[in-house]
């Protein structure tokens, strides 16, 4: 069965502290894997799609590389306003189109 | 401005009632899907559809329907048959392609509420 994990669950930073995040998969022929970001009370919004190991993609602060069996988010010098849910998902093809088999999260909570 | 769209921002629902969330999107996009987000845990996909006129069953679609009868809406409707609604309600698309990898784009997400 596809599995998404995520760690840690939370994560609280300092701002200016670089840090990473996890996702680690189990998933038959990988399509691709995506993160997002998700504030409170809003839909997650698209960050990047990794689709073969070692490709990396970077946004800002943000970078993503990917291996054949885990994915990190590197976020670099992190700003209070970084603070938010990061999903990490894998796509898994269906009869129909692509599935995407979502991880619980990491709650980032940057201070100042 | 191109996007989705949900409405409304907040519902709330009684005992034995079926309410309907509205998904509209104006990205040109084939598929749409719904997903039910809860707290601590990923979200996981009720419905999807690839074509107007067509939509498939997700892993939670008990309780659930939906209607694809046009391409920029993908209405769902809770129905009393769900027994446990109260969650965060996502819409979703992306292009589609057999074989292609397409991004998917989220709404603004519907909160509902058993009264």
Redesign the interface.
């Known amino acids: 069965e596809d599995q998404?994990t995520q760690s840690p669950e939370a994560l609280r930073l300092q701002e200016g502290e670089s840090s990473s995040l996890n996702c680690s998969y189990t998933v038959s022929g990988l399509?691709?894997l995506?993160w997002?970001r998700q504030d409170p009370?809003?839909?997650?919004?698209?960050l990047f799609?990794l689709?073969s190991a070692g490709e990396e993609k970077e946004k800002e602060r943000l970078k993503a590389t990917l291996t054949k069996k885990e994915s990190f988010l590197h976020i670099t010098a992190p700003k209070p306003e970084d603070s938010a849910t990061y999903?990490c998902?894998v796509?898994r093809?269906?009869?129909?189109?692509?599935?995407?088999?979502?991880?619980?999260?990491t709650i980032l909570r940057v201070k100042s | 401005d191109g996007g989705i769209t949900q409405s409304p921002k907040y519902l709330f629902r009684k005992e034995g009632q079926n309410v309907t969330l509205s998904c509209e999107q104006n990205l040109n996009h084939d598929a749409m899907y719904w997903y039910r987000q809860d707290p601590g845990q990923g979200l996981r996909l009720i419905y999807y559809s690839q074509i107007v006129n067509d939509f498939q069953k997700g892993d939670i679609a008990e309780g659930y329907s939906v209607s694809r009868e046009k391409k920029e809406s993908f209405p769902l409707t809770v129905t009393s048959a769900q027994k446990n609604p109260t969650a965060f309600y996502l819409c979703a698309s992306s292009r589609w392609s057999t074989g292609r990898k397409e991004t998917q784009y989220f709404g603004p997400g519907t909160r509902l509420l058993v009264l």
Do not use: C, D, S
């Open positions: 998404v399509r691709g995506f997002y009370g809003k839909g997650p919004e698209f799609t689709y999903l998902a796509t093809t269906m009869e129909y189109g692509n599935k995407l088999v979502f991880g619980a999260g």
